[in-house]
């Protein structure tokens, strides 16, 4: 299985302040990567697939990129509404895996 | 708009069999798209069971495999979820939702979810 490594685990942040969120794959999976918003009590959100599409509906605040193992989820401008956790995926190869998640709380 | 309901028991015993159903509006399931389900509990954060489409095919995470089948009734707009011989460790949140596919098929993400039901597995 293809192992998906989120790193932070967490962090704190201001409304406006630029965040990264990475994602890193325990093997290649090209450009096989979507990222997911979670809210407390919620199902997860579609943000992002094949690493830097941007799903319909969602800001343009939010935007992917990264290729191969590498991959990098940036919330440009966070607003209140952002506050969430965040989830990786793959889907290069079975099974589909998740990263552990990253959760952004205020600063 | 899209939108997918799930629907079942929340208390199982040990060995008992789990049985979800997952009802979707807006949205003729025989028209496309694949139909999958997905877990989310505290100890394993998220995990993919599975996945299928209307004429039969499926995919199913090898963890699970010999554990899990699921069903389309397109009569109803329903697919289900069936678990055999669950144990404490298939608590969770469990989640349908509707696949999207790129890159010709080859790529999955998970755009239409339904709000998750909890199960409870204890004797």
């Known amino acids: 299985d293809i192992q998906m490594t989120q790193s932070p685990s967490s962090l704190s942040a201001s409304v406006g302040d630029r965040v990264t969120i990475t994602c890193r794959a325990s093997?290649?999976?090209?450009?096989?990567l979507n990222w997911y918003q979670q809210m407390p009590g919620k199902a997860p959100k579609l943000l992002i697939y094949?690493?830097?599409s941007l799903q319909s509906g969602v800001p343009s605040r939010f935007s992917g990129s990264g290729s191969g193992t590498d991959f990098t989820l940036t919330i440009s401008g966070l607003q209140p509404e952002d506050f969430a956790t965040y989830y990786c995926?793959?889907?290069?190869?079975?099974?589909?895996?998740f990263g552990g998640g990253t959760k952004v709380d205020f600063k | 708009q899209v939108q997918l309901q799930e629907s079942g028991p929340g208390l199982l015993k040990p060995s008992e069999t789990l049985s979800l159903t997952c009802t979707v509006s807006?949205?003729?399931?025989?028209?496309?798209?694949?139909w999958g389900w997905i877990r989310q509990s505290p100890g394993k954060g998220l995990e993919w069971i599975g996945f299928?489409?209307?004429?039969?095919?499926?995919y199913y995470n090898p963890s699970l495999k010999s554990r899990v089948s699921t069903s389309v009734d397109t009569s109803k707009n329903q697919f289900s979820l069936t678990l055999s011989s669950v144990t404490a460790a298939d608590t969770a949140v469990y989640y349908c939702?509707?696949?999207?596919?790129?890159?010709?098929?080859?790529?999955?993400?998970?755009?239409?979810w339904g709000l998750g039901t909890l199960v409870t597995v204890s004797s």
């Open positions: 939702a509707r696949v999207l596919d790129y890159y010709d098929s080859s790529g999955y993400g998970f755009d239409y």
């Open positions: 807006g949205y003729f399931i025989s028209s496309g798209y694949y």
């Open positions: 299928m489409y209307h004429s039969g095919s499926t």
């Open positions: 093997q290649t999976i090209s450009s096989y």
């Open positions: 094949a690493a830097s």
């Open positions: 995926q793959q889907s290069y190869s079975f099974p589909l895996t």
